[in-house]
């Protein structure tokens, strides 16, 4: 097959990339490197079967025409992260809007298969867990613009299920908060990656709030099988959560890494309007319900978080020392 990636230079965008290599599809890398790197893409920028297309989906005229060549397009392009949502909210609103309704039109036009990457954030606050594909949303208001990243995303799934109807090939995945080696910024929040920094440098870890908020964190792996599962077109119309279930406070995720770093780390707790003032409230518990994914999809997110953690801080300390991060 050949396939365009959005985003394809992101954290889960590179390991993406070159798993498909792998398994012998050819690939166009769409990226502006806002927050991806062309380096991420390494060593798959040599690939004989993959091109890396510096540009955005927000360029329609440029998506006409890689598009014009692919079988499916995987669209991963996303403005996301926490500071993204509370100091940026137009640019979350129009890349995730704009950029997923060029993609969707350009796509139906040419009948192409589309995954769309979705998120658990679309979810929001919804107290019963954990959460099954219709689970009901449930937000705070759209003055909070805590919560436009939700509605730009939930509204782009919105878009998808509409195309889908009038029978446009197209998969959404949810993902639950992926991490493993190589790139994953933290300047926008992620806190696997900003813990394992802070434990390895010996500086605090800071936990925000009292820590008891939980997540179902996702090894890359297991975030990559399942999208790539998701292209298969029995899918069509189907959304997905794309997750481990195992779940873990940030308190332990805490005392987890600074046992593995072996790192003298402080853990400290830091009130969350600190941080983010008044304009955040954070998600106190996210666990997926993968029953559909597992018995559609023969999705196995079988990688445990002790596995995880260790492997990512293998990495971390493998490039820490040469480079600062
Ligand atoms: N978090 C934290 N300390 C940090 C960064 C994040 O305690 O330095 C917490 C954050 O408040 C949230 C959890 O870790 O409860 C996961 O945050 P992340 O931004 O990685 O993902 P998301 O909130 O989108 O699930």
Same mark, same amino acid.
């Given at each position: 097959?050949?396939?365009?990636?959005?985003?394809?230079?992101?954290?889960?965008?590179?390991?993406?990339?070159?798993?498909?290599?792998?398994?012998?599809?050819?690939?166009?890398?769409?990226?502006?490197?806002?927050?991806?790197?062309?380096?991420?893409?390494?060593?798959?920028?040599?690939?004989?079967?993959?091109?890396?297309?510096?540009?955005?989906?927000?360029?329609?005229?440029?998506?006409?025409?890689?598009?014009?060549?692919?079988?499916?397009?995987?669209?991963?392009?996303?403005?996301?992260?926490?500071?993204?949502?509370?100091?940026?909210?137009?640019?979350?609103?129009?890349?995730?809007?704009?950029?997923?309704?060029?993609?969707?039109?350009?796509?139906?036009?040419?009948?192409?298969?589309?995954?769309?990457?979705?998120?658990?954030?679309?979810?929001?606050?919804?107290?019963?867990?954990?959460?099954?594909?219709?689970?009901?949303?449930?937000?705070?208001?759209?003055?909070?613009?805590?919560?436009?990243?939700?509605?730009?995303?939930?509204?782009?799934?919105?878009?998808?299920?509409?195309?889908?109807?009038?029978?446009? !090939?197209?998969?959404?995945?949810?993902?639950?908060?992926?991490?493993?080696?190589?790139?994953?910024?933290?300047?926008?929040?992620?806190?696997?990656?900003?813990?394992?920094?802070?434990?390895?440098?010996?500086?605090?870890?800071?936990?925000?709030?009292?820590?008891?908020?939980?997540?179902?964190?996702?090894?890359?792996?297991?975030?990559?099988?399942?999208?790539?599962?998701?292209?298969?077109?029995?899918?069509?119309?189907?959304?997905?959560?794309?997750?481990?279930?195992?779940?873990?406070?940030?308190?332990?995720?805490?005392?987890?890494?600074?046992?593995?770093?072996?790192?003298?780390?402080?853990?400290?707790?830091? !009130?969350?309007?600190?941080?983010?003032?008044?304009?955040?409230?954070?998600?106190?518990?996210?666990?997926?319900?993968?029953?559909?994914?597992?018995?559609?999809?023969?999705?196995?997110?079988?990688?445990?978080?002790?596995?995880?953690?260790?492997?990512?801080?293998?990495?971390?300390?493998?490039?820490?020392?040469?480079?600062?991060?």
């Amino acid at each position: 097959m050949k396939i365009l990636i959005t985003g394809a230079a992101g954290f889960i965008g590179s390991h993406l990339v070159a798993q498909l290599l792998a398994k012998g599809h050819t690939i166009i890398s769409l990226d502006n490197l806002s927050t991806g790197e062309k380096a991420y893409l390494e060593p798959s920028l040599s690939h004989v079967n993959h091109t890396f297309v510096y540009g955005s989906v927000l360029d329609r005229s440029l998506l006409i025409d890689l598009m014009d060549s692919c079988d499916a397009v995987i669209h991963l392009a996303a403005v996301l992260g926490v500071k993204n949502l509370v100091n940026n909210p137009l640019k979350v609103i129009e890349g995730n809007i704009d950029g997923t309704k060029n993609i969707l039109e350009i796509a139906y036009a040419k009948r192409i298969k589309v995954v769309f990457a979705s998120t658990s954030e679309v979810y929001g606050k919804n107290e019963k867990i954990p959460y099954t594909e219709d689970s009901d949303r449930i937000l705070g208001p759209a003055s909070k613009n805590r919560w436009c990243y939700a509605t730009a995303k939930a509204l782009d799934e919105h878009l998808c299920f509409a195309y889908a109807e009038k029978g446009l !090939p197209v998969t959404i995945i949810r993902y639950f908060n992926a991490y493993g080696p190589r790139a994953q910024t933290s300047d926008y929040g992620m806190v696997i990656p900003k813990f394992i920094k802070q434990a390895l440098k010996s500086q605090p870890i800071t936990v925000y709030g009292d820590g008891t908020q939980t997540r179902s964190f996702t090894y890359i792996d297991d975030t990559v099988q399942g999208t790539i599962l998701c292209l298969d077109n029995r899918w069509n119309g189907e959304v997905f959560n794309i997750g481990r279930p195992e779940e873990i406070s940030i308190n332990e995720l805490a005392a987890k890494i600074k046992q593995i770093c072996q790192s003298h780390s402080d853990i400290v707790h830091i !009130p969350y309007e600190e941080v983010y003032g008044d304009k955040y409230e954070d998600t106190k518990q996210r666990v997926p319900d993968i029953t559909k994914s597992e018995q559609l999809l023969q999705f196995n997110p079988s990688t445990s978080i002790d596995n995880g953690l260790k492997w990512t801080i293998e990495w971390y300390k493998k490039t820490i020392d040469g480079r600062e991060q």
